[in-house]
């Protein structure tokens, strides 16, 4: 494999499925190309006995979940690293962007996305575009950027929310664990960080080792499906909140609505810097 050492998409290439337009096209979304859709249909082929585009789903909404109960605590600050191609409710459930989200409950939000992803950048830039918002092209691996973008765009003085959805597990455990050891430096006390990560907990081994395989060889990037003790040690810096590491379907479930669809889940933890 030749890997972009700038970051996943920093190159636009539509024949060469990419993680966020392959995540868009399980959650349906309306504007992913042939190679992303074939992505994802083969990654429900090879994953057989996990609802692959419901577990994809649960996350998004998830994060959605947490975005919205942490604006309503009074957060106004946030940063949405590696987040992709806004969601724009451009999809089968209509789901929100995040930064919709956070706006609604806080309008005078303070929002950066930043991602390798060119095509993403792109189109946060034409979607998010307005007061309060920043997006920056940028490879989680290259932390002085990442820092540098934190600095530029938001008050660090200030508590900040950083969402690292469904993209730890494109880093090796040496370069989560920087990019974690980076923020804890960096924010101030009461910042708030929101992981979900892929796990294979739940599922039979074989099966999840031909999945991560097949996403290589579709992707052309490691991926890195981790227990539920490696995910929970990457919190170890920080002041895991309740109800510490658990399946996504498992935080702050909606009181109304279709019952989760049961399957190794995402697992996820929210925690504070103190």
């Not at 949405?80 to 789901?95: E, H, I, V, Y």
């Not at 189109?123 to 989680?140: H, N, P, S």
């Not at 796990?199 to 081994?205: K, R, S, V, W």
């Not at 290589?216 to 895991?240: C, K, M, N, S, V």
Request: net charge negative; hydrophobic share 45%.
């Amino acid at each position: 494999m030749t890997h972009d050492p700038r970051g996943p998409g920093s190159t636009f290439n539509p024949a060469q499925a990419a993680p966020w337009r392959t995540y868009g096209a399980l959650l349906g979304a309306k504007d992913t190309f042939a190679a992303d859709r074939k992505a994802a249909e083969e990654m429900c082929r090879t994953l057989h006995g996990v609802p692959v585009k419901e577990v994809t789903r649960e996350n998004a909404a998830a994060l959605i979940r947490a975005v919205h109960l942490l604006a309503g605590q009074g957060h106004t600050q946030f940063a949405d690293l590696g987040g992709g191609r806004p969601m724009n409710s451009l999809n089968d459930d209509n789901l929100p962007d995040l930064a919709t989200v956070a706006e609604a409950e806080q309008p005078a939000r303070q929002w950066l996305l930043l991602d390798s992803d060119v095509s993403a950048v792109t189109a946060g830039r034409a979607l998010l575009g307005g007061a309060g918002v920043a997006v920056v092209q940028q490879d989680l691996r290259h932390l002085p950027g990442v820092i540098a973008a934190l600095h530029d765009h938001l008050d660090m003085s200030r508590p900040v929310v950083v969402i690292l959805g469904a993209v730890l597990h494109f880093l090796t455990m040496p370069e989560a664990q920087l990019l974690l050891d980076a923020l804890w430096e960096e924010l101030a006390s009461g910042s708030v960080v929101v992981v979900t990560h892929l796990t294979g907990e739940g599922a039979d081994p074989d099966t999840v080792q031909a999945g991560a395989q097949a996403y290589r060889t579709l992707h052309d990037i490691d991926i890195y499906p981790r227990t539920r003790q490696e995910i929970t040690g990457l919190a170890a810096r920080f002041d895991l909140r309740p109800p510490g590491v658990v399946q996504t379907i498992e935080y702050e479930p909606p009181d109304a609505g279709p019952a989760p669809v049961p399957g190794p889940h995402f697992l996820m933890w929210v925690a504070e810097r103190s």
